[in-house]
């Protein structure tokens, strides 16, 4: 089984530029997350998709970040326009169903560095 | 605010012995417990859940839970060099949504 795919692996641009990530989750999986790992902490949730449909974008910033999943299968994160501190891993992941919850299963992430 | 408390570490073990990680959380309502484990320049990758309280074993790994003390811990026996990395703690705190919060991690390193 593919696991989840992510591109571009990684992204140097300058502040107040675009930048645009891909995610392709595992087959099957309707559940997708992304999240953002700045060095030294823990993935943060940015927003969680059921579907095509939001579940959670409660911590995305939204005047600079976006993301939709049409049709319920990629997925894509848009940051427009990047400040310094965006420089950070995104982590796409999608999750599967089963007695405890719902395991989630990260992809190799985007590292972006913001100059 | 949910939070999730790890030990950043780092902390350093003789290949060989026993590696003891501990997580606690805020939230009471929290259902599922999950540690992950994650290298240098690495993702996340899943090791073992748990939901119920007591011990769960999978291979050299063992997590153990005690929700009155809202505390989850991993053990790893038999450490090796190879388990040097950064292990996460993540909890699902309830809802249909399955959002998990994720500690900051504590740098396991294992000398050999």
């Known amino acids: 089984e593919a696991g989840v795919a992510q591109s571009p692996r990684y992204k140097i641009i300058e502040k107040r530029q675009s930048v645009a990530f891909w995610c392709n989750p595992i087959s099957g999986h309707a559940t997708l997350y992304w999240y953002q790992q700045i060095l030294g902490q823990g993935p943060k949730l940015l927003i969680q998709f059921q579907n095509n449909g939001v579940v959670d974008d409660s911590q995305l910033p939204k005047d600079r970040f976006s993301a939709e999943r049409l049709k319920g299968v990629d997925s894509t994160l848009k940051i427009q326009p990047a400040k310094l501190e965006d420089s950070a891993v995104y982590l796409c992941?999608?999750?599967?169903?089963?007695?405890?919850?719902?395991?989630?299963?990260f992809g190799p992430g985007t590292r972006l560095l913001v100059l | 605010q949910k939070e999730v408390e790890q030990n950043s570490g780092p902390l350093s073990v003789p290949e060989g012995a026993i590696a003891s990680l501990n997580c606690t959380y805020s939230d009471r309502g929290s259902q599922s417990f999950f540690w992950y484990r994650q290298y240098s320049g690495k993702s996340p990758e899943l090791i073992m859940f748990i939901y119920s309280n007591g011990d769960k074993e999978d291979g050299r790994f063992t997590a153990q839970l005690n929700k009155a003390s809202q505390y989850v811990s991993l053990l790893i026996r038999d450490s090796q060099p190879s388990d040097s990395a950064t292990y996460l703690c993540?909890?699902?705190?309830?809802?249909?949504?399955?959002?998990?919060?994720f500690g900051k991690g504590t740098l396991l390193t294992v000398n050999p």
């Open positions: 993540a909890v699902h705190s309830g809802g249909s949504n399955y959002k998990l919060t």
């Open positions: 992941a999608s999750s599967s169903l089963h007695r405890g919850g719902q395991t989630q299963y």
